[in-house]
Structure formats: structure tokens, C-alpha cells
């Protein structure tokens, strides 16, 4: 299907309307990704000074996710910006990761060193992503129609790759073969062992990685570890956000009971992640075939 000018700049005006409810804004988001063209590319970067950090947040990884080399620029300066939250500068590197220019090497290598651990570690495997494809000349392919931050791993032995997702003396970016490998084999066995993972201590950033990947999956057996991270006042609310989507993903009834007790909650991103999963746990259990309609 193809956009007319006029169509694209109605959804990126719908994008960057304020007064649009936040769910609208993700569906014109989720459009203007699907189009991924250099126009599509300006109106969601345009939306990168709004207030909500979870929309934010969201369109760098849609920056991502597109792969397309012009975002570059617009990714950078979100990442050099300190004033943006750490879950919108992480956000921004594993972006450029995503697309994985080598032009971007040098910025990854200067924000490995980054005083927010969440940033570091995110440019740290997003550098090691770059720097794979560079040697392999291979994506990192994904059966959830996603550009992964790393490659899976070469084994499918659920008790090896379980070991190896929760061992904090392996590097990030072998956890994270493990973590996608584990999501691809997508048994019951397999995500219970991939939820585990969000209760690794040592970083933040890998537990919301797994929140992320569980909500790929949507599979029921996950609920309630991913319950008990996001009733948890003291977890990050990266995880504590990223706990609440995929709870909108996999869209049970106790899945949605769970998410109206916490669209109140103190943290605004918890707050707004709950609206949002809860509209997409409303279209997960319609009749409609796309999430993002035009």
C-alpha cells in the first residue's frame, strides 16, 4: 500500500497532537512506522521533545525498528541529551544499533562509558550488534518481525540457555543470544525459563529486555512473574512499564484485571503503559486483523 504526502503528515499530525489520547498517538506511531519512509522519519522525530517519556521512548525504538539511515541524526541527538530520560537515551542507542551504520560506532563507543547504567549497558551490546554484522553481514533474524538487539544463540538446550540468561558473569550480549533463543523455541519450558530472568538483580536493563521478549510471546505461563515485577514500588519503572505492555500483549482477563489496578499508579510511564496495554489488550480480543489501521 502507498501513502499520498498529505496521508503520511495527517498521521504525523495525529502523532504529535497533544490532545490526542495516548493510545491514538501509539496507533498513528505503529502507521507511520509501517510506511517507514524519510517523511514518516521526520514526523517521529519531531515528537521527540513531548513530555510523556514512555511516547518518547517509543518512537526511538520505532526509529529502530524502520532501519532507516536518516534517523541517524535525530537518534544521536537524543542520545547525546541528558535532560531526556534514561529509558529514551537507551531507547535511542539500541536504535542506532538496530540500524547498524558503522558510522555510528564512534558514538556508541563514547556512551558505553555513560554514567546511567541503563545507557552504557544498551551501547555497550548495540556496539557489539554493529560490530557482528559488520564481520557476519547477517541480520539478526526474528520470527517476531522484530530487529533483535543481538543475534539468538547457537543452541537450542533450554537448560543451557537458562543457565547462561541468569549467569551475571556472562556478558550482556550472550545473555541476550540466550534470551532471544529462548523465546524463539517459545515452549511452556522455555518461557519459564526465560521469566526467570526478571529476577536477575544486576541490571535493570536486562530485565525490562525480558519483559519486552515476553510480551513478543504472550504466553500466559509468564503472568505472574511479570506481576510480581510490576507490583514491585522498588523495580525500575523501565521493567515496571515494560512488565505492563506485555501484560497487554498476552490479554487475559487477569491480565487486564491486573493492568486497571495500576493505571493509577504513582509513576507516570507505569501509569501510561497500563492505557496503552489495555487498548491493545482490547485489540488482541477483537475481530480487527491490525492493531495500527489506516
Not at 68 to 76: D, E, F, G, K, M
Not at 111 to 124: F, G, L, R, W
Request: aromatic share 6%.
Amino acid at each position: 500500500m502507498t501513502f499520498t504526502s498529505e496521508e503520511i503528515d495527517k498521521f504525523g499530525a495525529a502523532l504529535n497532537d497533544v490532545k490526542n489520547p495516548l493510545k491514538a498517538r501509539f496507533r498513528a506511531l505503529f502507521i507511520l512506522r509501517n510506511i517507514g519512509c524519510d517523511r514518516s522519519v521526520e514526523w517521529i522525530g519531531e515528537c521527540l521533545n513531548d513530555e510523556s517519556a514512555l511516547l518518547k521512548h517509543e518512537l526511538a525504538y520505532c526509529l529502530g525498528q524502520m532501519q532507516n539511515p536518516s534517523a541517524i541524526p535525530t537518534l544521536v541527538k537524543t542520545l547525546e541529551d541528558e535532560k531526556q530520560e534514561p529509558m529514551v537515551r537507551h531507547e535511542a542507542g539500541e536504535a542506532l544499533g538496530a540500524i547498524a551504520d558503522p558510522s555510528v560506532k564512534p558514538i556508541l563507543e563514547k556512551y558505553a562509558k555513560d554514567s546511567c547504567p541503563e545507557v552504557a549497558e544498551t551501547c555497550q551490546i548495540a556496539l557489539e550488534r554493529v560490530e557482528w554484522v559488520e564481520k557476519s553481514g547477517e541480520k539478526t533474524n526474528s520470527p517476531y518481525d522484530s530487529v533483535d538487539p543481538t543475534p539468538s544463540a547457537s543452541t537450542s538446550d533450554v537448560k543451557e540457555l537458562a543457565a547462561t540468561l541468569v549467569d551475571s558473569s556472562k556478558t550482556l550480549f550472550d545473555r541476550y543470544r540466550a534470551m532471544f533463543s529462548l523465546r524463539n523455541l517459545n515452549t511452556d519450558e522455555s518461557i519459564k525459563a526465560l521469566a526467570q530472568g526478571l529476577y536477575c538483580e544486576d541490571s535493570a536493563l536486562f530485565r525490562h529486555e525480558v519483559a519486552y521478549v515476553l510480551g513478543q510471546v504472550q504466553s500466559p505461563v509468564a503472568i505472574q512473574e511479570l506481576k510480581d515485577r510490576l507490583l514491585l514500588p522498588s523495580e525500575n519503572c523501565m521493567v515496571r512499564h515494560e512488565c505492563a505492555e506485555a501484560l497487554g500483549a498476552i490479554a487475559t482477563e487477569e491480565c487486564t484485571n491486573i493492568l486497571k489496578e495500576y493505571v493509577n499508579d504513582e509513576e507516570r510511564v507505569v501509569r501510561e503503559s497500563c492505557e496503552v496495554a489495555l487498548d491493545m489488550a482490547e485489540y488482541e480480543n477483537s475481530d480487527d486483523l491490525q492493531y495500527a489501521k489506516v
